[in-house]
Antibody, heavy 117, light 113 residues
Framework: EVQLVESGGGLVQPGGSLRLSCAAS????????MNWVRQAPGKGLEWVAT????????HHVDSVKGRFTISRDNPKNSLYLQMSSLRVEDTAVYYC??????????WGQGTLVTVSS | DVVMTQSPLSLPVTLGQPASISCRSS???????????LNWFHQRPGQSPRRLIY???NRDSGVPDRFSGSGSGTYFTLKISRVEAEDVGVYYC??????????FGQGTKLEIK
């Protein structure tokens, strides 16, 4: 069974940092593009970042470029999102999701990041 | 960036009746390989999104055949032939043609009248 389990969310002050993790199981992690998608409270879905199977390509939405970095550790079947210089508008549930251009076929349960003073 | 525009944003439907959601893209979603990477997701309250349809019209495993996707170029439609109670929630279209710059529509909230 495919499972994606996010962790690392929490309350952080504006300007602070946080590292999200996603533990993958039930599939060959190293064979898939992986993504972070977020959802602000009461709002829609926003793609945040994606990373190629071997980590050689990384892409981030403009609003997080220079502040967030996606990475992966294939031997550990893990996906990460390093977030720094956090802003109030980064408050959201962050989902780890598997897949590429055909959309993500598996999603985690999400982890809530709250940026507030 | 490709902008995805859904309509309506709110969709009250009577049980057993059909429903239709439209999605327009600001650019063509036909990729050079001939595929159209237009996907549909459903999110129930308090749950993670679930993919229903990928590459325009392909239903995911376990998705009832009352759901169908269609369209071409820049105009797309998700149809539910007979709405059931479990269909409530928010539906999103998503383009992957311009991968890795993925964009979602604003979402359409389906509720039972």
């Amino acid at each position: 069974e495919v499972q994606l389990v996010e962790s690392g969310g929490g309350l952080v002050q504006p300007g602070g940092s946080l590292r999200l993790s996603c533990a993958a199981s039930g599939f060959t992690f190293s064979s898939y593009w992986m993504n972070w998608v977020r959802q602000a409270p009461g709002k829609g879905l926003e793609w945040v970042a994606t990373i190629k199977q071997d980590g050689s390509e990384k892409h981030h939405v403009d609003s997080v470029k220079g502040r967030f970095t996606i990475s992966r550790d294939n031997p550990k079947n893990s996906l990460y999102l390093q977030m720094s210089s956090l802003r109030v508008e980064d408050t959201a549930v962050y989902y780890c999701a598997r897949g590429g251009a055909s959309g993500s076929d598996y999603w985690g349960q999400g982890t809530l990041v709250t940026v507030s003073s | 960036d490709v902008v995805m525009t859904q309509s309506p944003l709110s969709l009250p439907v009577t049980l057993g009746q059909p429903a239709s959601i439209s999605c327009r893209s600001s650019q063509s979603l036909v990729y050079s390989d001939g595929n159209t990477y237009l996907n549909w997701f459903h999110q129930r309250p308090g749950q993670s999104p679930r993919r229903l349809i990928y590459k325009l019209s392909n239903r995911d495993s376990g998705v009832p055949d009352r759901f169908s996707g269609s369209g071409s170029g820049t105009y797309f439609t998700l149809k539910i032939s007979r709405v059931e109670a479990e269909d409530v929630g928010v539906y999103y279209c998503m383009q992957g043609t311009h991968w890795p710059q993925v964009t979602f529509g604003q979402g359409t909230k389906l509720e039972i009248k």
